[in-house]
């Protein structure tokens, strides 16, 4: 499956973005879906997920309460809703599947979209 992340710009700080992660080549309804965020000079860090079977999502304590992630298989599409956003989220955000069963698994993604950049800046 081929990942496409799009949806980022530059915002001001408290202002909302939605990202979306779009696929090809397969049915991203399979997939547990996740969106990473690195942001210069850091590691890249896992902040949210959805899974397959339940739709049960999982959230960094970073953005917890800020941001909603969801998914609509119809348009085989994943998507990141920010919310309050601040300066410390500007980054470059991914989105990826995998093969596993449980989304939490931030280390054992297996297909990468490109990323898309969030510059939160007044």
């Known amino acids: 499956v081929q990942l496409q992340a799009s949806g980022g710009g530059l915002v001001q700080p408290g202002g909302s973005l939605r990202l979306s992660c779009a696929a090809s080549?397969?049915?991203?309804?399979?997939?547990?879906i996740g969106w990473f965020r690195q942001a210069p000079g850091k590691e890249r860090e896992g902040i949210s997920c959805?899974?397959?079977?339940?739709?049960?999502?999982n959230y960094a304590d970073s953005v917890k309460g800020r941001f909603t992630i969801s998914r609509d298989n119809a348009k085989n599409t994943v998507y990141l809703q920010m919310n309050s956003l601040k300066p410390e989220d500007t980054a470059v955000y991914y989105c990826?599947?995998?093969?596993?069963?449980?989304?939490?698994?931030?280390?054992?993604?297996?297909?990468w979209g490109q990323g898309t950049l969030v510059t939160v800046s007044s």
């Open positions: 990826a599947a995998t093969e596993l069963w449980n989304c939490q698994a931030y280390g054992s993604y297996d297909y």
């Open positions: 080549g397969g049915t991203l309804d399979y997939y547990p």
């Open positions: 959805i899974n397959s079977s339940d739709g049960s999502t």
